[in-house]
T-cell receptor
């Protein structure tokens, strides 16, 4: 069965420093990978996706993510964090070798950027 | 192009009543997903629907919960005989086939 793991409940980073939010996945076929952000009392907003092609994908608000097939990871990164980046971040995967290709989410990582 | 619309945004029900949550997908999207989010928890998959079909309901409780996505009209998540443990935020998302999903603002259900 497909699964997504976000090993860190919370990541703390100082404004201006680089940030990384980790994600690993388990699928039976090829993965389609996604990152979303959620602000308090709001729905999830799509940030970026990996379907095929270059392992480094760029998304909204200066975020990027690197697909690593051998490590089954898709970590979210940003070179310089902003206080306004503070939010809950979710990694998600579709297992294209699965029975239904449903979209499954990790448990979320709370990013706190200190001024 | 309107996004995913969920209503109501807030719903209060007494124990034993029925809750109906509605979701209108983005224009052109024929795939709808429902998720439940509890405080301090992640997003739990409930059900995946295509027009008039349930594709995957493996995350939905077997009793009291049902979902539909008719040919015309919004998708409906129905919870019968609600209990306090059903209190949560319920999110709907829609997509084209196998693409990223776009989320509504959620319905916050409170059972009193």
């Amino acid at each position: 069965a497909q699964s997504v793991a976000q090993p860190e409940d919370q990541v703390n980073v100082a404004e201006g420093n680089p940030l990384t939010v980790k994600c690993t996945y388990s699928v039976s076929g090829n993965p389609y990978l996604f990152w979303y952000v959620q602000y308090p009392n709001r729905g999830l907003q799509f940030l970026l996706k990996y379907i095929t092609g270059d392992n480094l994908v760029k998304g909204s608000y200066g975020f990027e993510a690197e697909f690593n097939k051998s490590q089954t990871s898709f970590h979210l990164k940003k070179p310089s964090a902003l206080v306004s980046d503070s939010a809950l971040y979710f990694c998600a995967v579709r297992d294209m070798g699965g029975a239904t290709n449903k979209l499954i989410f990790g448990t979320g990582t709370l990013l706190a950027v200190q001024p | 192009n309107a996004g995913v619309m969920q209503n109501p945004r807030h719903l209060v029900r007494r124990r034993g009543q029925e809750a109906r949550l509605r979701c209108s997908p983005m224009k052109g999207h024929s795939h709808v997903y429902w998720y439940r989010q509890l405080p301090e928890e992640g997003l739990k998959f409930m059900v995946y629907l295509q027009k008039e079909n349930i594709i995957d309901e493996s995350g939905m409780p077997k009793e009291r919960f049902s979902a539909e996505f008719p040919k015309e009209g919004p998708s409906i998540l129905r919870i019968q005989q609600v209990v306090r443990g059903d209190s949560a935020a319920y999110f709907c998302a829609s997509s084209l086939l196998n693409t990223e999903a776009f989320f509504g603002q959620g319905t916050r259900l409170t059972v009193v």
